[in-house]
């Protein structure tokens, strides 16, 4: 059975640590599994309706995550593993966990800032929110 797995992306360094993770372990695998790319732009303020049609915003949504997209799949591509990209709008956290859900994603694998204790509780985590509400496994890269 082929491995599906769900890699969200931000743009940031810390996202592409999960890429350098799967390509430095992508030989230990049987076969290596599919992957899909995933970046979940943050939705516009509904007032900007009034001056942006929804076409407009869609375009601007789908640019701005395949540019925060772009650094990940350039690096798998370089080590010879073809992602799907996949640009949602909505919350990260419940857009990552439906998307697993619905595309059959056997893992989730998510690269963390390291923000523990109080700073963690206080800012929140994607990650964390990931972990709680994924019904996959869901491995932390940090």
């Known amino acids: 059975m082929t ?12 996202a592409l640590r999960s890429i350098d993770w799967i390509i430095g372990h992508a030989a ?19 007032d900007i309706g009034r001056f ?23 690096r798998l591509a370089a080590a010879g593993l073809a992602p799907e990209l996949h640009v949602l709008v909505g919350e990260a956290a419940a857009a990552i966990t439906d998307f697993a ?3 059959g994603c056997t893992q989730i694998a998510i690269g963390t800032h390291g923000n523990s204790g109080l700073t963690g ?5 994607v990650a964390m929110k990931v972990v709680h509400h994924a019904r996959v496994p869901v491995l932390l890269i940090r």
């Open 52 to 74: 942006i049609n929804a076409e407009t915003m869609r375009e601007f949504h789908l640019e701005a995550g395949m540019k925060a997209l772009a650094a990940a799949r350039d």
């Open 28 to 46: 230990e695998l049987r076969e290596p599994p599919q992957l899909h790319l995933i970046n979940v732009q943050t939705k516009l303020p509904s």
């Open 121 to 125: 509780t206080l800012l929140g985590s």
């Open 3 to 14: 491995q599906r797995w769900l890699v969200p992306i931000d743009g940031s360094e810390t």
């Open 101 to 103: 859900d619905s595309h």
